[in-house]
């Protein structure tokens, strides 16, 4: 007996030992692996990289910027059913361990002696905390020491956060493949859907994906994928948080994946959202624009943005068509499977309805044509293959652009496309306005190019822009980068300058032959007209303007000075500097289309600087506004009393006047002329009250349009990228303006054709329309002329480079005080 006594002694003194030594042990190990834990109180803090989304003005998504495709969902923004889902595939008992779950240890433990030396991975038995554990502080790596340490930092965790916290940070940081990140993205990703719209399947598949998101693609994985969404329904169901009748409705809805376009293919808003992105670039730099979850509203109108994506392709493609066929983009081999070859052929994606196609077979009736299969999500070849016919009617405009039969309508679709020819076709449009079953046009994309800019005169809001024909033929913005000579265009900012300089719209100059000594080495110029040889002689200012004579313009700008253009056209913003040559009064400087529709809203803006802009305000990641372009002071908006009869807020604005308000109505009645009866007559089948002018560059390398309604500015210019003529006889007036006719015909439609405002001061007064003199008796066509006080019209005149009654010669060089400012013209 007191031997038992003595070795139970024996036994439960060693037992005190080994235990003590292995709390010891314990203790030395955790110490150990504890001293090099990381700081986890960064969690706090946690700002994890989010997604840059930009709107347009109606509140329409534009586009998205990212490195990591994510939106940050607070906890209590997330669906039980979406939470529930989460906790049933990865971690049942979150709400109830501690971090670690002993349970689930042990089973992996199990696991792992069965399949020692299969070479088979571990089974992990991680919780949701040291998920979060290893998402944010460790690696991927596979080893005994890892899982130590991220059970420590786990326990940590949760006795340093709330289990909530922990799981936003979980449902918020997990990758869940096709590049999402984070519950709120996949959803949208993946089912086109925020986190409150999904389904029992829908919720289950996401929560699915955190095991494997590669694997369990549901394009190349679709079985694996279902039955792992499955078994996450069967989790909900055991731990009772879905009903049975939910549940064997979820197994039987099928995993479709509704691809989210997050391009500006939408609105045809490509050049648009690029060149915004530029803009964040610049102004916060990388790192804020992919990560820094910017929430950016532009001043997109997305109907505008399709109005003149539409008219602008449109007139590209009809120039373009009346030059002739060029032939087809390339020869494709035919036999066999022709799809998946076409398939392999970059085409256009931003140009719909148009469609990349290869011709099948031709007769003299017909072409059979087959279309570019559309690629699957995975990245196969989808093995639907349509076809489509294109008869003689659809290729009737193709007339050969060279070669002998260069000219000539077609007579046969055999003479225009073989088979294996690859071009672009779109439904054929019959008479009756409707699509012809089955039937295709012909396309050929445009060699020209050009940009087109909508702006708010009042605010500079950038409404639409159109930056070329594809943004996937080129990325290059004309509209903001390309520099072109503006032509005539610039003339209404000359006049500008002599209007607010003591000249009125009746003052009178020669319309002449004139030499320009350009001194040592620059030879003599000689501005013509663009009808060459044909002069108006004594001319108002006014004629001059709509029928845009440039030996007019010369002469006032030698009256005027060009420093004094110069100092005008930089104040307008359209050039930094201004050479003192001439030739720059007949827009023979650079500039881009957004500057001159910026100047044009200046005078349309009653001469109110105008700063252009396409970002209406940004907010950061909290909501807090960190630009607004509107910086009108608000006198009387802050009311935190609430209405008692105050006055009414009144909106200050602070901005330059840069143009005297009477001149710049002055100026827009001219150019009103312009579009009544001069060279962008073709404006007036518009049908409201609209002013502008057009211009044609040297040798009709750029011809232009820039005009307004008094609430609407659209500037435009079509040319070649690489600068060569457009024709011995291209006009700006029967190119340019027609496009822009075509697109207020849409885009003013159902605004009412309210006159511009004539501002307090100006006067009206009946004046004869080719003298400018007061109206008489004698007069033939008279209008009404605007008048600044004090210079009303007179009843004769004297004009520059004509003898008066003296016989004398008026000149530059005359006697200055034969010019008596704002008289009606020259004495």
């Not at 944010?136 to 956060?161: D, G, H, N, P, Q």
């Not at 490509?270 to 102004?283: G, I, S």
């Not at 840069?658 to 100026?667: F, K, N, R």
């Amino acid at each position: 007996m007191r031997l038992l006594v003595r070795f139970l002694g024996f036994l439960f003194t060693a037992g005190t030992v080994l235990f003590l030594v292995g709390v010891a042990v314990a203790a030395g190990l955790i110490w150990h692996f504890s001293k090099d834990l990381p700081d986890y109180s960064q969690l706090q803090d946690y700002e994890p990289p989010v997604m840059t989304r930009v709107h347009a003005a109606d509140g329409s998504l534009l586009a998205e910027y990212s490195k990591e495709r994510r939106l940050y969902l607070p906890i209590q923004a997330v669906p039980k059913l979406v939470i529930n889902a989460f906790l049933a595939a990865e971690d049942k008992n979150f709400y109830e361990h501690g971090g670690v779950d002993y349970s689930g240890m042990a089973r992996a433990a199990l696991l792992y002696a069965e399949n020692f030396g299969s070479g088979r991975r571990p089974q992990g038995a991680s919780t949701i905390t040291q998920q979060v554990a290893k998402n944010f502080f460790f690696s991927s790596e596979v080893s005994f020491t890892r899982k130590i340490k991220e059970a420590l930092l786990a326990m940590r965790l949760e006795r340093a956060y709330s289990k909530d916290k922990i799981l936003e940070l979980y449902l918020n940081e997990i990758y869940l493949g096709f590049g999402a990140y984070g519950i709120a993205a996949a959803s949208l990703v993946y089912f086109d859907k925020s986190v409150n719209e999904l389904t029992v399947a829908e919720a289950a598949f996401l929560a699915a994906l955190p095991k494997a998101p590669g694997t369990l693609n549901p394009i190349r994985n679709h079985d694996r994928a279902i039955e792992r969404r499955n078994y996450v329904i069967d989790r909900l169901l055991e731990n009772g948080w879905i009903k049975q009748a939910d549940a064997d409705t979820a197994r039987k809805d099928p995993l479709t994946v509704t691809s989210r376009n997050s391009s500006a293919h939408v609105f045809a808003g490509e050049y648009f959202a690029e060149e915004v992105r530029r803009d964040l670039l610049e102004r916060y730099g990388e790192k804020k624009l992919y990560e820094g979850g910017l929430s950016v509203r532009t001043t997109l109108d997305p109907k505008l943005q399709v109005m003149a994506r539409k008219t602008m392709a449109a007139g590209l493609v009809n120039y373009d068509e009346a030059q002739g066929w060029r032939g087809p983009i390339n020869k494709l081999d035919i036999s066999g499977d022709w799809g998946v070859k076409l398939a392999d052929v970059k085409s256009l994606n931003d140009i719909s309805p148009w469609r990349m196609a290869v011709v099948l077979e031709t007769n003299d009736q017909s072409a059979r044509i087959g279309f570019q299969p559309q690629r699957e999500i995975g990245g196969a070849v989808s093995k639907d293959r349509q076809t489509g016919i294109i008869t003689l009617e659809g290729v009737k405009w193709a007339k050969a652009a060279s070669g002998p039969m260069k000219g000539r309508t077609p007579t046969a679709v055999s003479q225009v496309l073989s088979p294996g020819d690859i071009i672009y076709a779109d439904p054929l449009i019959g008479k009756d306005g409707a699509q012809v079953e089955g039937q295709y046009r012909l396309r050929q994309l445009p060699e020209l190019s050009g940009a087109m800019v909508v702006m708010d005169p009042h605010t500079g809001r950038v409404l639409a822009m159109v930056g070329g024909f594809s943004f996937d033929q080129s990325q290059f913005n004309r509209a903001t980068q390309a520099y072109r000579q503006p032509g005539s265009t610039i003339k209404p900012i000359v006049y500008s300058a002599a209007i607010d300089n003591g000249w009125t719209p009746s003052s009178v100059e020669v319309d002449g032959p004139i030499e320009i000594d350009q001194g040592q080495g620059g030879g003599v110029w000689r501005p013509e007209n663009f009808s060459v040889g044909k002069y108006q002689g004594p001319t108002t200012l006014r004629n001059a303007l709509r029928l845009s004579l440039n030996t007019v313009t010369v002469r006032l700008a030698q009256d005027i000075g060009m420093p004094l253009i110069g100092e005008y056209a930089k104040r307008f913003g359209v050039y930094d500097e201004l050479p003192n040559y001439l030739s720059y009064a007949l827009g023979a400087g650079e500039t881009t289309v957004m500057r001159m529709v910026t100047a044009y809203s200046m005078i349309d803006n009653a001469g109110v600087r105008v700063k252009p802009t396409l970002i209406d305000r940004i907010q950061d990641r909290y909501g807090h506004t960190i630009f607004k372009h509107d910086t009108r002071e608000c006198r009387g908006c802050d009311a935190p009393e609430g209405w008692k009869n105050q006055p009414e807020p009144q909106l200050v604005d602070h901005r330059e006047q840069v143009l005297d308000p009477l001149t710049a109505y002055q100026i827009t009645s001219m150019m009103q002329g312009v579009v009544q009866g001069g060279t962008a007559i073709a404006l007036k089948e518009v049908g409201k009250p609209l002013a502008g002018k057009t211009g044609t560059s040297n040798d009709a390398k750029d011809l232009w349009f820039i005009g307004f309604s008094p609430d609407l500015v659209v500037g435009l210019y079509v040319g070649y990228d690489k600068p060569r003529s457009l024709g011995r006889n291209a006009q700006a007036g029967h190119t340019a303006a027609p496009i822009a006719r075509d697109f207020l015909k849409l885009a003013l439609a159902d605004k009412p054709a309210t006159p511009f405002k004539i501002p307090a001061g100006i006067k009206l007064i009946r004046v004869d329309a080719k003298t400018g003199l007061r109206a008489g008796p004698d007069s033939g066509k008279t209008i009404l002329e605007a008048f600044k006080p004090g210079t009303a019209p007179s009843d004769s005149y004297s004009a520059m480079g004509v003898a008066d009654a003296d016989g004398r010669t008026i000149s530059p060089d005359a006697d200055r005080n034969l010019f008596q400012p704002g008289t009606g013209g020259l004495y």
